[in-house]
Nanobody, 126 residues
Framework: QVQLIESGGGLVRAGGSLRLSCAASGRTFSSYAMGWFRQSPGKEREFVAAISWGGGSTYYADSVKGRFTISRDNAKNTVYLQMNSLKPEDTALYYC???????????????????WGQGTQVTVSS
């Protein structure tokens, strides 16, 4: 069992930055691929970024590529999402998720994730 707790969301102006954190419980964090997803009202949950359990591979949605960076610190059981050059369309509830995949690759599909956090709200004003 893995519990995930997101933090770092808030209100920021367009062009600003935020860093989201996701703290995981358990001693097997380093064996989970991690991802960030987001959901806006009336829209489906969408993939944002993912990182392999080894941390050597990452993947981003086209909409955030070049602006967001996912990273992980396995010693701290934490995954991060650094968000720069934020836009109003980045406004959403951001979730982190953990996948117990046996492959050391980023996981892009929500159904491949086993555990989800409760989300942290990011609001970007214009």
């Amino acid at each position: 069992q893995v519990q995930l707790i997101e933090s770092g969301g808030g209100l920021v102006r367009a062009g600003g930055s935020l860093r989201l954190s996701c703290a995981a419980s358990g001693r097997t964090f380093s064996s989970y691929a991690m991802g960030w997803f987001r959901q806006s009202p009336g829209k489906e949950r969408e993939f944002v970024a993912a990182i392999s359990w080894g941390g050597g591979s990452t993947y981003y949605a086209d909409s955030v590529k070049g602006r967001f960076t996912i990273s992980r610190d396995n010693a701290k059981n934490t995954v991060y999402l650094q968000m720069n050059s934020l836009k109003p369309e980045d406004t959403a509830l951001y979730y982190c998720a953990a996948s117990g995949t046996t492959w050391n690759i980023p996981v892009l599909v929500p159904k491949e994730y086993d555990y989800w956090g409760q989300g942290t709200q990011v609001t970007v004003s214009s």
